[in-house]
């Protein structure tokens, strides 16, 4: 496939776009852009400040070569305020379509499935995750599951699970409650992704500038949220021992409560579930916390 990229004036787009319907381009994208015309110069002689449009479209080589002709023929030759250019489009990676399955579920390490959220959120922050093909996971994923991990996190909406581990659907089993916090109905969720669907590792993610935490530090009042925050306020006991200022405007004390209250949520899961206690005692699973930090999306583990 080819990339037509034009430059033109404004007063030129009608016959761009015409152009491009005859030739039967469609989805194109037009965008304004602004720049220094060094064949014009305003009022003090220096080069222009002039405003255009880009319109870019995506064709196949022989329409790509038809519509460089047409506008060669039919625009620049009756006006200088336009340019085109066309470039190829690297062919990409087929979109991953593959669904874990038990066979995979069942060889896989706790250690190995710790090691592979972690090389995904080395490929998530270098902007290289890795491309699926979701109708056909939705598919293939629909007549059961066989997750690798279940990984308890915040209901901040800028912490994104899947994401943040490049992982697809049905790889993992997400549990989320502000402040990450352990309670009654997610051990008993914790419990079922382990011990009857076989997931190999739990992970607690807290991460940066959480209101949770800012919360439990201010001792908000409200409604339902006043008993939530209660369950965090042990993290908040066990950071008294910070030797900087302990109030919620300080990051650096913010950052300390949520990384005791990640410390907290694996004490109470190893603490109130035997059963979780004792297949991580046996090596069948893994249980581990994180610090995700919300400025740069890098992950600080905590076993």
Known sequence: MKRVSII???AVEEHVTALLEEIGAEGQMIVPVRGIDGQNTDDDGEPAETA?????VTL??????KLLQRIQSDLIAASSAIAAYESDIPEEDPAESHVTTAEEQARLTPDEVLQQFKDGNRRFRSGHITRRNHPEQVRKSAVGQFPKAVVLSCLDSRVPVEDVFDQGIGD???ARVAGNLVNEDILGSMEFA???AGA????V???QHCGAIRGAIDDVQMGNLTSLLAKIKPAVVMSKDFPGEQISSNPLYMRHVARNNVRYALSQIRTRSPILKEMEEKGEIKIVGAFYRLTDGTLEFIE
Request: aromatic content about 4%; proline content about 7%; overall charge neutral.
């Open 194 to 196: 382990c011990k009857a």
């Open 52 to 56: 255009k449009l880009q319109i870019e």
């Open 8 to 10: 033109c004036a404004p």
């Open 60 to 65: 196949d080589p022989d329409r790509a070569e």
């Open 172 to 174: 993992v089993f997400v």
């Open 200 to 203: 190999k590792m739990i992970l």
């Open 205 to 207: 993610m807290g991460h």
